[in-house]
């Protein structure tokens, strides 16, 4: 419906476009309530210092959350595949020793040091499992599905939960009060990331087309 608003004194005089005018009066809203307290749609993860941002929780850290959307979202052999191709900060790779005996060992891209304080990006190896059969460690009883997941780096989730979840970044602005947006602020003195607001693909169609026809922003997590 396109509208035309009137100022006429307190009130508003609206005409929808099949002619009809309405009149509106705008006053203070008794009942406040919030609506992510009764429909929201995203998860908002925040962490500060100084504020209670966004919904509770109880991750320490950010790539906690990621990691446990990835335990939830990714199959085993997904996985497994992932780490195999090392194509990501994490890599398992066979090697054989000069015995002949074989093994797996998990890698993860990281920074190592030498000579003093310098430091150098490499392959560091976090675990090694005597044993040369993938479909062994496949079986689970080596618990290595946890160590992959426990190496992933942020983008690496990104990846994985490419088309599964769905995210923005939340920026606060901290001056004479506080202001959050999905967008950066450009003051690196007084803002900054904080955290993001996810929503996952288990979120019933149905459902989320309502929403988005209640609320036109939110097509802007899709």
């Not at 959307?69 to 090697?95: C, P």
């Not at 690196?188 to 209640?214: A, K, T």
């Amino acid at each position: 419906m396109n509208l035309r608003y009137i100022d006429l004194d307190e009130n508003l005089l609206t005409r929808g476009s099949d002619g009809t005018y309405y009149r509106l009066r705008i006053g203070q809203d008794d009942w406040i309530d919030s609506p992510r307290d009764w429909s929201p749609l995203g998860h908002m993860l925040c962490w500060n210092r100084r504020y209670n941002l966004g919904d509770k929780h109880d991750y320490s850290e950010p790539i906690d959350f990621w990691h446990d959307m990835v335990r939830e979202h990714i199959d085993r052999n997904t996985l497994f595949a992932y780490a195999l191709s090392g194509d990501g900060s994490v890599r398992l790779q066979k090697e054989i020793d000069e015995d002949g005996e074989e093994s797996y060992e998990l890698c993860y891209w990281g920074y190592i040091s030498f000579l003093g304080d310098k430091q150098k990006a490499s392959w560091c190896i976090d675990k090694t499992y005597d044993t040369g059969d993938i479909e062994d460690l496949r079986s689970g009883g080596w618990y290595v599905e946890d160590d992959i997941i426990e190496d992933l780096g942020f983008e690496d989730c990104k990846r994985l939960l490419k088309d599964k979840v769905f995210y923005l970044p939340l920026y606060l602005y901290d001056h004479s009060g506080i202001t959050m947006s999905t967008g950066s602020f450009c003051d690196s003195w007084d803002s900054g990331q904080v955290g993001f607001i996810s929503v996952n693909e288990r979120l019933p169609e149905r459902e989320l087309l309502e929403r988005m026809h209640r609320f036109p922003k939110i097509s802007l997590l899709m």
